[in-house]
Nanobody, 123 residues
Framework: VQLQASGGGLVQAGGSLRLSCTAS????????MSWYRQAPGKQRELVAA???????HYADSGKGRFTISRDNAKSTVFLQMNSLKPEDTAVYYC??????????????????WGQGTLVTVSS
């Protein structure tokens, strides 16, 4: 599975961005899709995940501000980010997962990753 993320950019605090990630080379609909982010000097962290059945999971940092969605017909997952804060500045990575352990939204060694798109939120 190949993942191509886009939509990052520079935005002022309080603004919005919509990230997109298009998948190819696999059956998109059966994969759990997620967005992760990594800020400078910090570990990569989960932002949001959506299961093949459309169940959503959010990290506390994005609850109420971020919305993940998917369009299986277009093999694309989206992350709508509203009320952005400077602390949201990071490289955002798209992730695809078919096999998972006890928690479907947790990272595994068999995950597929996109190249990342930079989001910068200015204060």
């Amino acid at each position: 599975v190949q993942l191509q993320a886009s939509g990052g950019g520079l935005v002022q605090a309080g603004g919005s961005l919509r990230l997109s990630c298009t998948a190819s080379g696999g059956t998109f609909s059966i994969h759990t899709m997620s967005w992760y982010r990594q800020a400078p000097g910090k570990q990569r962290e989960l932002v949001a995940a959506i299961s093949s059945g459309g169940v959503e999971h959010y990290a506390d940092s994005g609850k109420g501000r971020f919305t993940i969605s998917r369009d299986n017909a277009k093999s694309t997952v989206f992350l709508q980010m509203n009320s952005l804060k400077p602390e949201d500045t990071a490289v955002y990575y798209c992730n695809a997962r078919r096999m998972y352990g006890s928690k479907w939204y947790e990272e595994t060694e068999s995950d597929y990753w996109g190249q990342g798109t930079l989001v910068t939120v200015s204060s």
